[in-house]
């Protein structure tokens, strides 16, 4: 599967943004979709998955700002980026994987497909 992510961009404090992640191939359905990021001089770092089932998981500290959620039709998983923070800001990933496991979905090394990042830039 090849996945690209989009909908970064500067935004101010406490503003939103949607991130996308558009896949290809016929089995999006059966993937794991997680949302990485990375900010300048640290490691990337998990902010939320999706799994083949729907259910949901998030980072501690994206819990209640962020929303993550697929469209099985539309080939396409989404990030919705409530009450943005400063410390926010970072180059956002979209992963993808068939095989990860519940308790590895925040690991970065597990995923075998990653879309190219995202900017997002979020101002005090």
């Known amino acids: 599967v090849q996945l690209q992510a989009s909908g970064g961009g500067l935004v101010q404090a406490g503003g939103s943004l949607r991130l996308s992640c558009a896949a290809s191939?016929?089995?999006?359905?059966?993937?794991?979709i997680g949302w990485f990021r990375q900010a300048p001089g640290k490691e990337r770092e998990f902010v939320a998955a999706?799994?083949?089932?729907?259910?949901?998981h998030y980072a501690d500290s994206v819990k209640g700002r962020f929303t993550i959620s697929r469209d099985n039709a539309k080939n396409t998983a989404y990030l919705q980026m409530n009450n943005l923070k400063p410390e926010d800001t970072a180059v956002y990933y979209c992963?993808?994987?068939?095989?990860?496991?519940?308790?590895?979905?925040?690991?970065?090394?597990?995923?075998?497909?990653w879309g190219q990042g995202t900017q997002v830039t979020v101002s005090s």
């Open positions: 191939g016929r089995t999006f359905s059966r993937y794991t």
């Open positions: 992963a993808g994987d068939r095989e990860i496991i519940l308790s590895s979905i925040q690991f970065p090394h597990e995923y075998d497909y």
């Open positions: 999706v799994r083949w089932t729907s259910s949901t």
